[in-house]
């Protein structure tokens, strides 16, 4: 093996694997495996393998998923920024796609940073449903909400909490539940150097415990026939099996079920923690036998008669219509939308469009309420970033297609002239909207993003 790893890890892999040990071993000779997923809510596949800047694969358990070479600077590219695609891990892709979200669910994603599972639920439910990302490390939920507004997500809230007390809000609200759980990251060692480097038993025992707990926070949280998908980027029984193992004697009323995709994965090992039959059902994707990293995902339901709850709707008083003034002006002037459709909150000066399934959160933390439209400044509006990237530019008055000066200038924050009225406009590149600029004098005021102009941050 050329990547170094501590003689204990081996150890117990060679015990595991015992036939398939090499096999094993000798994959780690080869270069990472890297994949792109489409981000259909911009642009179908097929539209976007006429474009694909470089040669790109399939990923068998996943249609909108292509494998693409290391060498390939795909963060770097005006794609990604304009939000057509997300980097992903592949294996890291069959979670959601065992999930299987349909338009007009509600869906949790409970260890949502820095959003892969979460944009993946939000391209295959569309603008019918909700989705609820949780992240309880603040210094991670940044790298969320830029991911969720670059792909130009709408129906979605952001929350900064524990798991555990989500249950006052959501119990029983939710259709469908992914836990793509902290981990030991064993299945990461090939292209982390720090998963190899703090690797030990004893974290692995820790992170199990942690990983119990996080799926006895939220399973109040599931609807009677929901599916959980609980998930991990590691090989050890202890943090796979033997988690499920515990939570299937905890609650009795969930049950592993198979997945349409586990012909394309092995097993799950139930001898390996003296479990029941049953984990068989879950699925292990070994680096040996699938183009990827590695994963473990199992696909859980809970079974009995759904119990009608009446959640209290967040309702939007009147004391903010005069706030809001400033916002309907700006949309007024520069967006040809429906405004009726918009539940429009405040909070600390954000306008937010609040998604209308949303209970009450008193007493929640709360990152983000929902799509932020913008930010109400003195004596004016001034719209997000994230609100560019969600819409489409028939929804915007005043659009204009970059050229490549102008593009060059835009997408590195400077300043540039421009011969049009004072206002505002989108700019478009490849009449995929690109964010806001603001015409002053024949100058534009540049509010292309600063973390988006940084790109060493765009690979994940």
């Not at 029941?276 to 059902?281: A, H, N, R, S």
């Not at 933390?365 to 530019?393: D, Q, T, V």
Request: charged share 30%.
């Amino acid at each position: 093996m050329k990547v170094p790893v501590k003689e204990e890890f081996l150890k117990r892999m060679k015990e595991l694997l015992k036939e398939e040990y090499e096999a094993f071993l000798k994959e780690y000779e080869k270069k990472p495996q890297k994949g792109l997923r489409v981000n259909t809510l911009k642009i179908d596949v097929e539209n976007f393998k006429k474009i694909a800047p470089f040669e790109i694969e399939p990923i068998p358990w996943c249609p909108t998923g292509f494998y693409y070479e290391k060498e390939e600077k795909a963060g770097n590219h005006l794609y990604h920024v304009l939000g057509l695609y997300y980097i992903q891990e592949p294996t890291a892709m069959a979670v959601v796609e065992v999930l299987d979200p349909k338009p007009g669910e509600k869906i949790l994603d409970v260890s949502a940073a820095p959003g892969g599972k979460t944009t993946h639920i939000a391209s295959k439910i569309g603008d019918e449903g909700l989705i609820v990302a949780n992240e309880i490390d603040r210094k991670r939920i940044r790298a969320l909400e830029e991911n969720v507004a670059r792909m130009g997500i709408r129906n979605i809230v952001l929350l900064n909490e524990r798991p555990e007390r989500l249950i006052q809000a959501f119990e029983g609200y939710f259709d469908k539940i992914v836990v793509d759980a902290p981990c030991s990251g064993e299945g990461m060692f090939r292209k982390d150097p720090a998963a190899r480097r703090i690797w030990s038993l004893n974290n692995v025992l820790s992170c199990s415990i942690t990983q119990r707990n996080i799926l006895r926070s939220v399973a109040p949280l599931l609807k009677r026939g929901g599916v959980l998908v609980y998930s991990t980027c590691t090989f050890s029984p202890e943090e796979n099996e033997g988690v499920i193992k515990k939570f299937l004697e905890e609650n009795p009323e969930f049950e592993v079920v198979e997945s349409e995709l586990s012909h394309f994965f092995d097993k799950g090992h139930p001898e390996w923690v003296d479990g029941p039959k049953e984990l068989e059902k879950c699925m292990r994707l070994w680096p040996h036998k699938v183009r990827g990293e590695g994963h473990f995902i199992a696909k859980l339901k809970k079974n009995g008669e759904d119990v009608n709850v009446n959640f209290k709707r967040k309702v939007e008083k009147k004391k903010h219509q005069k706030e809001l003034e400033l916002f309907y002006q700006f949309a007024n002037k520069y967006l040809d939308l429906d405004l009726e459709i918009l539940n429009l909150q405040v909070d600390n000066n954000f306008v937010y469009h609040v998604p209308l399934d949303l209970p009450e959160l008193k007493g929640i933390r709360i990152y983000r309420h929902g799509w932020l439209m913008g930010e109400l400044k003195k004596n004016r509006f001034e719209p997000s970033h994230w609100l560019a990237m969600g819409l489409k530019p028939s929804q915007i008055k005043r659009v204009l297609e970059l050229d490549k000066f102008q593009r060059e200038k835009y997408l590195n924050g400077e300043t540039f002239e421009l011969d049009d009225e004072d206002g505002w406009i989108l700019f478009t590149a490849e009449n995929f909207p690109a964010g806001w600029g603001r015409v002053a004098k024949g100058v534009v005021k540049n509010y292309f993003p600063k973390w988006l102009r940084d790109i060493e941050v765009w690979e994940e």
